[in-house]
C-alpha cells in the first residue's frame, strides 16, 4: 500500500498519479504498485517545480510496517530514531530562535 499527499500539485503530475492510484481528495493518492512504479513516481514528483510539499508513506519490512519520504516543506523533516522513522517540525520566530519538536 502507498499513500502520497501533495499540496500545489500541477495537473499534470495529477493525471500521471491517476493512472495507477485513486485521487480521494486533490493532492491525495492511495494505491498498490510494486517498488519500480513508486519509485520512477516519487522522481517524477521531486522533479516538479510546482509542489511545494510531498510525503510518501509506503509499506514496509520493518517495526513500523512502513516507510515516509518527504520532499519540499523543509520544516518537516523525516528523522531516524534508533530504528523508527520520526517527523520532526522546526519552528522559527522573528527573535531567530528555532526549536525543533517531534511529532
Known amino acids: 500500500m502507498t499513500v502520497i499527499v501533495m499540496e500545489c500539485a500541477p495537473e499534470s503530475v495529477r493525471g500521471e498519479l491517476t493512472r495507477w492510484f485513486l485521487e ?9 504498485v ?26 514496509a519490512s520493518n517495526e513500523q510496517g512502513f516507510e515516509m519520504k518527504v520532499f519540499g516543506d523543509p520544516k518537516r523533516k523525516v528523522i531516524d530514531f534508533e530504528g523508527i522513522q520520526l517527523i520532526t517540525v522546526t519552528e522559527t520566530s522573528d527573535d531567530a530562535t528555532e526549536g525543533a519538536t517531534l511529532l
Open 34 to 59: 510494486n517498488v519500480r512504479i513508486r519509485e520512477l513516481l516519487w522522481k517524477r514528483i521531486c522533479e516538479t517545480d510546482a509542489a511545494t510539499g510531498s510525503v510518501m508513506v509506503f509499506s
Open 24 to 32: 480521494l481528495k486533490p493532492g491525495v493518492f492511495v494505491g498498490n
